[in-house]
T-cell receptor, first 116, second 112 residues
Framework: DTAVSQTPKYLVTQMGNDKSIKCEQNLGHDTMYWYKQDSKKFLKIMFSYNNKELIINETVPNRFSPKSPDKAHLNLHINSLELGDSAVYFC???????????????FGPGTRLLVL | DAKTTQPNSMESNEEEPVHLPCNHSTISGTDYIHWYRQLPSQGPEYVIHGLTSNVNNRMASLAIAEDRKSSTLILHRATLRDAAVYYCILPLDGGATNKLIFGTGTLLAVQP
């Protein structure tokens, strides 16, 4: 059983399009995250949600809108895609119950987005 | 924010031990030291974490200096599957926000 899954695995699209990436975790965790890894391999957090509430928003353009329909899912919708959005996007989750202690995060396999 | 410094790359031979160093001289007293690794074309995966004492698990050992300003991830017998980028990470805000800030990490190459 896959703990954190993402769909699609690959996404190739034209500039200006709107696309969504889906993430699901079956670990029973309360907190989920989106990270972006650019072409230089820098991995940077974008958002985190705890129990469907936004906790972290890391100065990401408002073309990116996360949506958490329930605590097992955190989807990422991107409007008006730009060339610079090409990257690998990773979803992650953690228990969300540690009360301030850094928790282990479990990552999905990534979605490789290419904007042409 | 506590920062970490790691060598850009290291090489090892298969079935030999590997010691991956990390400096974190600005670490706070309550900061845990976390290690993750990223295998090629995969998401990061948790390896180990510790506070003061040395730690062991099935993947690796973590040796933490007495002053906590450095630590070493030890892979006891490297395999080809251990070739990855290894990240040494300290929490922001004492871990309250649960943000993982990934640096450039150490790219470990394992030779057969």
């Amino acid at each position: 059983d896959t703990a954190v899954s993402q769909t699609p695995k690959y996404l190739v699209t034209q500039m200006g399009n709107d696309k969504s990436i889906k993430c699901e975790q079956n670990l029973g965790h309360d907190t989920m995250y989106w990270y972006k890894q650019d072409s230089k391999k820098f991995l940077k957090i974008m958002f985190s949600y705890n129990n469907k509430e936004l906790i972290i928003n890391e100065t990401v353009p408002n073309r990116f809108s996360p949506k958490s329909p329930d605590k097992a899912h955190l989807n990422l919708h991107i409007n008006s895609l730009e060339l610079g959005d090409s990257a690998v996007y990773f979803c992650a989750s953690s228990p969300g119950t540690s009360g301030g202690k850094q928790e282990t995060q479990y990552f999905g396999p990534g979605t490789r987005l290419l904007v042409l | 924010d506590a920062k970490t410094t790691q060598p850009n790359s290291m090489e090892s031979n298969e079935e030999e031990p590997v010691h991956l160093p990390c400096n974190h001289s600005t670490i706070s007293g309550t900061d845990y030291i976390h290690w993750y690794r990223q295998l090629p074309s995969q998401g990061p995966e948790y390896v180990i974490h510790g506070l003061t004492s040395n730690v062991n698990n099935r993947m690796a050992s973590l040796a933490i200096a007495e002053d906590r300003k450095s630590s070493t991830l030890i892979l006891h017998r490297a395999t080809l599957r251990d070739a990855a980028v290894y990240y040494c990470i300290l929490p922001l805000d004492g871990g309250a926000t649960n943000k993982l800030i990934f640096g450039t990490g150490t790219l470990l190459a394992v030779q057969p």
